[in-house]
């Protein structure tokens, strides 16, 4: 019988804060993060992004850690602490050094690559940095992880777009349910505000330059964001024997591939991911009180993804509640799905479904109820959080509360 996995510690670094507490206030009251973007957007059409407010590394990070630590590892390091704290863990006890630690990225060291194509391209240096490699590797932010914290358990790194930290997270459910580890940190983290990714991003065409209103008649694109999500994952019987708090249980996942289109989704495939979640968590989809949708703001994501919801749950699906908190916080690519499944375990702790802002008129084919700009409070026992990655890539994950049913 695999061990039942609960989550004990979350740690979150977005453009709504450097902390979750920052962050959930954020979220339910409606705020977004979404602003110019300045001298960061120069030279691109990209002209609005979701940034980490007025960050500073060198308040976080002595002078002889920054030269290994990309933007990326920067705020994986700081939503890993912070995750590890919130947990009541600490580096060096034998919980913390036999852990695992699985971090996805869709990006890597896009500021190390910046930095280093402008310094042979630009200033017409012959040589590059001799720590360009280890910095912006894309397994670089689950090495410092571990390194910072002391983890030498299995860590490593999952790309896979969008869904990167979903997966990550997925992967340490099974490493905790195999036996192999008691404790996992998993999440995500990406750095996309850089000039070459920018016009990359650009080139596109499915970047707004307004705002993110997802599933709204007048949505015009994503909009890009940065940071990171991190959550400690237990299995139940350890969490319980340390006397810690428990948010929720990780109670199943799903995972699809389209073998479709490179950009475009796939109800099929999404519909597939929710229905073996659901059936992984042993639980019938009438049972769901709300999802956490991937929630793009590109008609085509917001269309297939509310039809996938209709296919699965058929008339309950008029009774959910959905709502996308990529309004607020951006697309944070490989770190979006890790933010989107805190937020989802805090809206089942504070029984209160954060929004979608920004929202105007439903558009077509958007027929669900997205819980427009205001947060709402509701008792939620069960719940999903959804992540579809370019590729065809296709997590859905769920989650269940602990909490007694009021008598």
Known sequence: MPRRVVITGLGAVCGLGTSVDDYWTALSTGQSAIRPLGRLGEGTRISIGAVVPDFNPDQYFSSAELPLL???????????????????????????????AIIGTGCGGKQTDEETYARLYKDQKTRAHPLTIPKGMPSAAASLVSQHLGIKGPVFSVSSACASAAHAVIQGRLMIQSGMVNVALVGGTD????????????????????????????????????????????????????????????AGCGMTSDAGHITRPDVDGIARAISNALKDAGLAADAVDYVNAHGTG?????????????????????????????????????AASALELIATVLAIQNNLIPPTANFTIAGDGCDLDYVPNRARAQRIDIAISNAFAFGGLNTVLVLKSLQPVPS
């Open 298 to 334: 590109t008609p085509a994501n917001d269309s297939a993804e509310t039809e996938a919801l209709h296919r699965v749950f058929g008339a309950h699906a008029n009774t959910l509640a959905v709502s996308s908190t990529k309004s607020m916080h951006g697309h944070a690519l490989g």
């Open 191 to 250: 750095a996309p505000f850089t000039y070459g990714l920018l016009k990359a991003w650009e080139a596109l065409r499915v970047v707004s330059n307004d705002t993110c209103r997802p599933f709204c008649k007048d949505r015009s694109g994503m909009v890009l964001g940065e940071g990171s999500g991190m959550l400690v994952l237990e299995s139940e019987q350890h969490a319980v024997q340390r006397g810690t708090r428990i948010y929720a249980e990780l």
């Open 70 to 100: 990309d933007r990326f590892s920067q705020f994986a390091l700081l939503s890993a602490r912070e995750a590890l704290a919130d947990a009541g863990l600490a580096a060096g006890e034998d919980a913390v050094t036999t852990a695992a």
